[in-house]
């Protein structure tokens, strides 16, 4: 089976705090993404990364960035977070057809 | 922009009966996904098509690029297909690097 996993599930800062969510792969899947999903809404894509250092912007990168050291870790850091970022985050990883996403992680910026 | 417009946005069907699901696309996309978003809020993945016709189970999904629609049809729903149904098309990029461009849902409620 194909898995993406997330850690943490579940995340609680205060405004202003630096957050690190985390995504892992065991497929050596090149592609990954980030996504957030805000209530009643699709998914909006955040980055996408290509391969190891080689990482893009999205549709609403602003206030984050990413890392990709190895290709089987995709980090998601937000710098001062601020409380517009509350939402919930999902990583995706690809080998060129369809997405597989992990479980999400649960962020609340307070 | 490109845009995934979803209907209907929310659904209700008895236990045994179906429906169908439709997303249409502004823009010619390359390949849609369907998934279901289940309670715990796990994005479950139920079709990827670049063309045509696939089926599993009492799901059935299709995409027709060059009128830029795509469909999923459920048939005998069953209470644990409740949830929400989104579909997602890939426009644009090479490969596994397309972005992909989610509709707003459809909140499925299946009852006994």
């Known amino acids: 089976d194909m898995k993406v996993t997330q850690m943490p599930r579940y995340l609680i800062k205060r405004m202003g705090e630096n957050v690190l969510l985390e995504c892992g792969q065991d497929m050596s899947h090149e592609t990954m993404y980030w996504y957030r999903q805000d209530p009643g809404l699709g998914l909006q894509l955040i980055y996408i990364?290509?391969?190891?250092?080689?990482?893009s912007e999205g549709d609403i990168p602003k206030g984050y960035r990413v890392s990709r050291k190895k290709r089987e870790h995709f980090s998601l850091i937000l710098d001062s977070a601020k409380t517009n970022q509350t939402s919930v985050y999902f990583c995706?990883?690809?080998?060129?057809?369809?997405?597989?996403f992990g479980p999400g992680t649960r962020l609340t910026v307070l | 922009g490109d845009q995934v417009e979803q209907s209907p946005s929310a659904l209700s069907l008895h236990e045994g009966t179906g429906s169908a699901l439709r997303c249409n696309f502004t823009t010619t996309m390359r390949a849609v996904q369907w998934f279901q978003q289940n309670s715990r809020g796990s994005l479950i993945n139920l079709f990827y098509l670049a063309s045509g016709t696939k089926e599993n189970g009492r799901l059935k999904s299709t995409f027709n690029s060059k009128e830029s629609y795509s469909t999923l049809h459920i048939r005998d729903a069953q209470l644990e297909d409740s949830g929400t149904y989104f579909c997602?098309?890939?426009?644009?990029?090479?490969?596994?690097?397309?972005?992909?461009?989610f509709g707003e849902g459809t909140k499925l409620t299946v009852s006994s």
């Open positions: 997602a098309a890939e426009a644009g990029g090479q490969g596994g690097s397309a972005k992909l461009i």
């Open positions: 990364s290509y391969d190891v250092d080689s990482n």
């Open positions: 995706a990883s690809s080998p060129s057809t369809a997405q597989y």
